[in-house]
Nanobody, 119 residues
Framework: QVQLVESGGGSVQTGGSLRLSCAASGSIFGINVMGWYRQAPGKQRELVATITARGTTNYGNFVKGRFIISRDGAKTTVYLQMNSLKPEDTAVYYC?????????????WGQGTQVTVSS
């Protein structure tokens, strides 16, 4: 099992910045992809950004250069630097990781952290 603990959410005004962190613990061997997803009220969960163990990144179309995903050297913590925040970025942000083992592939989710952007 893998546990993911997010931190760094909060409330900011339009144009502000926040940095989210997600630390993985437990059976972390084999974790490849880590990333962030978000879900706003009444909307489906959507991709924000992912990063592989080799550092390959992928971003949702709405990011448009405003967010940067990174990972620490131990590959167990992932960060999301969010700049130029807009009210439409308001959502619960979830951390996710994908782990590969001899038994196959599993994904794990954190509990979510609220991000609120006010105009």
């Amino acid at each position: 099992q893998v546990q993911l603990v997010e931190s760094g959410g909060g409330s900011v005004q339009t144009g502000g910045s926040l940095r989210l962190s997600c630390a993985a613990s437990g059976s972390i061997f084999g974790i490849n992809v880590m990333g962030w997803y978000r879900q706003a009220p009444g909307k489906q969960r959507e991709l924000v950004a992912t990063i592989t163990a080799r550092g390959t990144t992928n971003y949702g179309n709405f990011v448009k250069g405003r967010f940067i995903i990174s990972r620490d050297g131990a590959k167990t913590t992932v960060y999301l630097q969010m700049n130029s925040l807009k009210p439409e970025d308001t959502a619960v942000y979830y951390c996710r990781c994908i782990k590969t083992s001899a038994l196959g592939q599993n994904d794990y989710w954190g509990q979510g952290t609220q991000v609120t952007v006010s105009s």
